[in-house]
């Protein structure tokens, strides 16, 4: 989807076939005390996202529980959802900036 230059969009619900009532978004080198903090959870960083710059980390949580995580491999692009906190099923919509 990264790769198609006409996509500016990606529909988050549509790729996610497990159940989640919010996603949060962390840029490259974020480092996992920020990211415990904003999802208000513990999580453990299998990605190492706070030494790399080639991902961006997409946690999920179902009633305040992670319950996914995906490496969004930056293909020369950023990603951003806005000016929201996070993402839910009803406006799930991740931009590609490229």
């Known amino acids: 989807m990264v790769k198609d230059q006409d996509n500016k969009v990606i529909k988050v ?3 996610a076939d497990f159940k989640w009532d919010k996603a949060y978004l962390f840029e490259p080198y974020t480092p ?3 990211i415990e903090k904003q999802l208000g959870v513990e999580f453990e960083d299998p990605s190492n996202i706070r030494s790399r710059d080639d ?3 997409m946690v999920f949580l179902n009633e305040d529980k992670v319950v996914q995580y995906a490496e969004l491999n930056r293909q020369r692009t950023s990603f951003s959802i806005g000016e929201k906190d996070y993402l839910s099923p009803s406006e799930d919509v991740l931009k590609i900036e490229r």
């Open 32 to 34: 996992e005390e920020h």
């Open 13 to 15: 619900k549509s790729l």
């Open 55 to 57: 991902i961006y980390l």
